[in-house]
């Protein structure tokens, strides 16, 4: 991320701004969230103080209480472009997602691809509908290898009172059971 803000010439700043779909709290990671967390880190790097319409929609949520819906917040995209050289927005573990419809997540990269911005997503399992659908985003595929689940099961039994043969045999079985798996 650094190489592209460093990279790209101009002579407006470059954003580079990232969503993570976390396993753990993918049930409840829905678009509307990925939008707003997206907006709020686009707002942090603009060098001003002030965006109108995101203040608006700030005083008017101070206000009511209900947040913004997602036809709004699409509003609000397009008028970061001319803030920036480039957007770059990397959207991480895009397989993990399982909030409901996928087609919302689509509308809205749609939207952040039509507003110029440049969408990178990674995700374990790309398939050849996948990329049609997202023609100008940058897929990256990621397989994991049995090394990948045996450094996960080790940090994620480095904190457990175990004896070291005991977690060795652990890592081993369930790493060979996962074989296939991914």
Not at 50 to 61: A, G, M, N
Not at 103 to 108: F, G, I, M, Q, Y
Request: proline share 4%; glycine share 2%.
């Amino acid at each position: 991320m650094r190489q592209l803000k460093r990279d790209v010439p101009g002579r407006k700043p470059v954003a580079v701004v990232y969503y993570y779909y976390d396993y753990a709290l993918s049930r409840t990671q829905k678009p509307i969230d990925i939008a707003s967390s997206l907006l709020k880190q686009l707002y942090s790097r603009l060098d001003k103080t002030s965006h109108p319409l995101l203040e608006k929609l700030y005083t008017e949520f101070l206000n009511s209480g209900i947040r913004p819906d997602m036809e709004m917040l699409y509003s609000v995209f397009p008028t970061f472009a001319p803030e920036f050289d480039s957007i770059f927005i990397f959207i991480d573990a895009l397989d993990e997602y399982t909030w409901g419809s996928f087609a919302e997540v689509e509308n809205l990269f749609h939207c952040l691809v039509n507003c110029n911005m440049k969408l990178f997503l990674t995700s374990r399992n790309v398939t050849d509908n996948f990329r049609k659908k997202f023609k100008k985003c940058r897929i990256t595929a990621f397989t994991p290898t049995n090394y990948d689940i045996q450094l996960f099961l080790e940090h994620a039994l480095s904190n457990q009172e175990l004896g070291t043969d005991f977690k060795k045999e652990i890592i081993d079985k369930l790493s060979a059971a996962a074989q296939g798996s991914y």
